[in-house]
């Protein structure tokens, strides 16, 4: 039975997925083209080198080393002015829910998350305290779906990876908790998120029921 849950960050936990795409936006703009919500969906899940990447290819962009890191830092940049001003209305409806079960029943949390910047996006909407271990883009040398971010959110629990449930909203994500052979479940676009074991729309749809069924509780 699932006895440690693992949540992503953006799109899940918080929707900061909005101020990157801003972040992104604002980058092509000055780069001479347009860039929109469908074409961030490529995004979710990814790291920021690798975001840059395939925001320069979709601009027929060419970079050099120096222009790529001063792109990555100006990106950045942009995208902490928006979360400073996050606070705990930033929090997806419901989530406070699952996670105020799980810690009453005493099972282990951990987030697993390409971000660099979730602890202090978890500090800024008071969430912190609920998890165990926070792996994320700073912990981590390959991104989603490669499963290294929730094999070490696993381990550093100390839960064996076939114990544990994924909650995400990025196929990269869904795909590399199943590599991991964890439960994946799918918070968002059902029609996209199509590899995913479980699947609902927020976690409005989620009962502690559902949870236990999950676990050995």
């Not at 690798?50 to 050099?64: F, N, P």
């Not at 908790?177 to 998120?193: E, F, Q, V, Y």
Request: charge should be negative; include cysteine; glycine fraction near 6%.
């Amino acid at each position: 039975m699932i006895k440690g849950f693992i949540f992503d960050l953006d799109g899940v936990i918080v929707d900061t997925a909005k101020y990157h795409y801003l972040a992104w936006k604002k980058l092509a703009n000055e780069l001479g083209f347009q860039f929109n919500e469908e074409q961030n969906e490529a995004f979710k899940g990814v790291s920021r080198k690798r975001c840059l990447e395939i925001l320069l290819d979709l601009g027929g962009v060419k970079a050099t080393q120096e222009q790529f890191d001063h792109w990555m830092i100006e990106k950045n940049e942009d995208y902490l002015r928006y979360i400073e001003k996050m606070d705990v209305s930033e929090i997806l409806p419901d989530v406070p829910k699952i996670l105020d079960f799980l810690k009453a029943n005493h099972i282990p949390m951990a987030l697993g998350s390409a971000s660099k910047n979730a602890i202090p996006i978890l500090r800024k909407v008071g969430l912190l305290s609920y998890f165990k271990v926070v792996v994320d883009g700073n912990n981590v040398t390959k991104a989603k779906p490669d499963p290294e971010v929730f094999l070490l959110a696993a381990k550093d629990i100390g839960v064996d990876p076939t114990d544990c449930v994924v909650f995400e909203d990025a196929l990269a994500g869904i795909q590399a908790a199943n590599s991991a052979g964890m439960t994946s479940i799918g918070i968002g676009d059902t029609t996209i998120l199509t590899d995913a074991q479980y699947n609902f729309n927020n976690f409005t749809e989620i009962s502690t029921d559902f949870i236990k069924q999950l676990t050995t509780i």
